[in-house]
T-cell receptor, first 114, second 113 residues
Framework: DTGVSQDPRHKITKRGQNVTFRCDPISEHNRLYWYRQTLGQGPEFLTYFQNEAQLEKSRLLSDRFSAERPKGSFSTLEIQRTEQGDSAMYLCASSRTGAADTQYFGPGTRLTVL | QKEVEQNSGPLSVPEGAIASLNCTYSDRVSQSFFWYRQYSGKSPELIMSIYSNGDKEDGRFTAQLNKASQYVSLLIRDSQPSDSATYLC?????????????FGKGTKLSVKP
């Protein structure tokens, strides 16, 4: 199996700019999750897709955040008008239906907002 | 508010010793429990999953679950310096087969040669 991949691995941007991250799940996995992790904290759930449907969104996901999974394969997470508080590691995970939420994580995208 | 609690550590053990990591959770309907290992600057790596009360062993790792006490633990036998990492406990967010994981803040383990 090819694991979960994320692109880019690092992103530095200026406050107010828009950024977009991509996640490619494990090929047979139909569920895809986005999490955010800051220093000293565990990952915090942002949103979740089953196939192309976005089934759940955390209240952490403000109006500046949007996620898509248009064909049920890869997903994108866009942050508009970035703020310094958005600086974090953005993690993508995938799982398979019936696998009891066994989620496998990608390498993450580290975002720094200056 | 569903919560997962872990001692942040650091937990320091000598090489070859048993490391014991503990986790409690607040949501009684949780059914799936996971331990992830995270090296500094890297993403979480799945080590163990456990769904039923009792022990589950995989190599040097043993996960223990007690749903009545809402307690899950991870034992690492014959600890090695390469085991030095942060260990994250994660719990299924809902009492079903879908949904997000809720993570603790992690326990930092240091294995001294």
């Amino acid at each position: 199996d090819t694991g979960v991949s994320q692109d880019p691995r690092h992103k530095i941007t200026k406050r107010g700019q828009n950024v977009t991250f991509r996640c490619d799940p494990i090929s047979e996995h139909n569920r895809l999750y986005w999490y955010r992790q800051t220093l000293g904290q565990g990952p915090e759930f942002l949103t979740y897709f089953q196939n192309e449907a976005q089934l759940e969104k955390s209240r952490l996901l403000s109006d500046r955040f949007s996620a898509e999974r248009p064909k049920g394969s890869f997903s994108t997470l866009e942050i508009q008008r970035t703020e310094q508080g958005d600086s974090a590691m953005y993690l993508c995970a995938s799982s398979r239906t019936g696998a009891a939420d066994t989620q496998y994580f990608g390498p993450g995208t580290r975002l720094t907002v200056l | 508010q569903k919560e997962v609690e872990q001692n942040s550590g650091p937990l320091s053990v000598p090489e070859g010793a048993i490391a014991s990591l503990n986790c409690t959770y607040s949501d009684r309907v949780s059914q799936s429990f996971f331990w992830y290992r995270q090296y500094s600057g890297k993403s979480p790596e799945l080590i163990m999953s456990i769904y039923s009360n009792g022990d589950k062993e995989d190599g040097r790792f043993t996960a223990q679950l007690n749903k009545a006490s809402q307690y899950v633990s991870l034992l690492i036998r014959d600890s090695q310096p390469s085991d030095s990492a942060t260990y994250l406990c994660a719990v299924n967010g809902y009492g079903g087969s879908q949904g997000n994981l809720i993570f603790g803040k992690g326990t930092k383990l240091s294995v001294k040669p």
